[in-house]
């Protein structure tokens, strides 16, 4: 069953995994996922970009649609792409909404707890669209963040993402993503926030964890200190699909119980 807002806020820990496409959602929601995320780490692990800035809103849209037909039952969260949310309160609200009507989403998510970010969260959700806020490292701006490493460690950096904790809370956001903080600054977060936490790379202390779908089941080259293996498929899937070419090339695939009849007498009258 679909959990709703009042009871995402209660029923801790809360997990979360990726999905985007049709059998992922399904697999997701038959594990027992509490929510599923239709993220624009889509850009890195399906689409071969090597950021999430290039992911447009269509592009989101078109795998959302597949991922909640295959979900029906569980809170689909989709991102709001790099670019939709920062010029203006009508473009993000126009994204949102156009998010929410054409996949049937539950809320979106965006990143930062800049001035503009927070105009948006309070919007949004002020008009009915739940929004999931993304702290630490965030994705979209990891060129302006030094690259892909670990936030707030110094002082200063640990006091903005606290304060942008607090921040995005105040604006209306109903959970936040921690991602790759040090552990103990995400359990501080976590026992200041009046809204679940939830975290990537930031440690066991958060209200829920996300993880990225191909992360999980080792479809990713990548090994990665904030992610765990629990599967090998990439590996499976070549197995396989290199077996399948042996099969035709030594005539083993296919074989007669992959293959059709016909009666004597009509083949007969073709010859
Ligand atoms: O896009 C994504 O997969 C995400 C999660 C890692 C939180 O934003
Ligand atoms: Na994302």
């Known amino acids: 069953m679909k959990l709703t807002l009042p009871e995402l806020r209660r029923e801790t820990p809360l997990v979360m995994v990726t999905a985007y ?3 992922g959602a399904q697999q997701a929601e038959r594990a027992g996922m509490d929510l599923i995320l239709v993220g624009d780490s889509l850009g890195n692990v399906v689409l071969g970009y090597d950021s999430t800035a290039p992911v447009t809103l269509g592009d989101i849209i078109h795998h959302a649609r597949a991922v909640r037909r295959g979900a ?35 809320a979106v ?17 002020r008009n009915g669209i739940p929004v999931m806020a993304h702290l630490g490292l965030t994705p979209q ?22 304060e942008a904790a607090r921040a995005v ?25 009046g809204i679940p936490t ?32 629990y599967a090998e498929l990439g590996q499976l899937a070549t197995e396989a699909l290199r077996t399948y070419a042996d099969d035709v090339r030594s005539k083993v695939f296919p074989a007669k119980e992959n293959s059709f009849i016909i009666k004597d007498e009509v083949l007969d009258k073709l010859y």
């Open 169 to 193: 809370e105040d604006a209306g956001a109903f959970a936040v993503v921690l991602e790759v903080i040090p552990a103990r600054l995400a359990r501080l977060i976590t026992e200041r926030a």
């Open 21 to 23: 496409d049709y059998p």
């Open 141 to 162: 701006t990891e060129v302006s963040l030094g690259g892909r490493k670990v936030q707030g460690r110094d002082e200063a950096g640990a006091q903005k993402i606290l």
């Open 72 to 106: 029906p039952d569980t809170f689909l969260v989709a991102d709001l792409p790099f670019g939709t949310y920062h010029t203006g309160l009508q473009d993000a609200m126009r994204a949102a909404v156009k998010i929410i009507q054409d996949t049937g989403a539950d």
């Open 109 to 125: 998510k965006l990143e930062g707890a800049s001035p503009e970010v927070l105009e948006a969260i309070k919007v949004l959700s």
């Open 198 to 229: 939830i975290g990537i790379g930031a440690g066991p202390h958060c209200d829920g964890q996300v993880l990225v779908y191909h992360d999980v089941l080792g479809v990713s080259d990548q090994d990665k200190k904030i992610a765990k293996r």
